[in-house]
């Protein structure tokens, strides 16, 4: 179950990351709002739920690619948590 886990979060991650990106387009361009709340808001969301899939998807390691693809998914949603922090609190 967590093998699949540590899978399914990184899936996710990737479509998070998409997510992250439409999301940040339409908030630059001002042309549609989809929700009554930010969409950055609901894609942090998302990304902190993602995160701790992602720990919990470390704690089943069997070898060094789904290693991988746990720490991948750590960093890459580390990163993509700080990023829609900083733009939510300083813009």
Known sequence: MSV?????SFLLCI???LLFMI???TNFLHSIQFTITQPLYITLALS????????IGLF??????????SMLTIVMMLGL?????YMIIFN
């Open 4 to 8: 699949r886990l540590n899978l399914y």
């Open 15 to 17: 479509g998070c990351t």
């Open 23 to 25: 999301a940040y387009i």
């Open 48 to 55: 902190v739920i993602i995160l701790y899939l992602g720990v």
């Open 60 to 69: 089943s390691v069997k070898d060094w690619k789904s290693g991988l693809r």
């Open 81 to 85: 948590s700080a990023m829609q922090l």
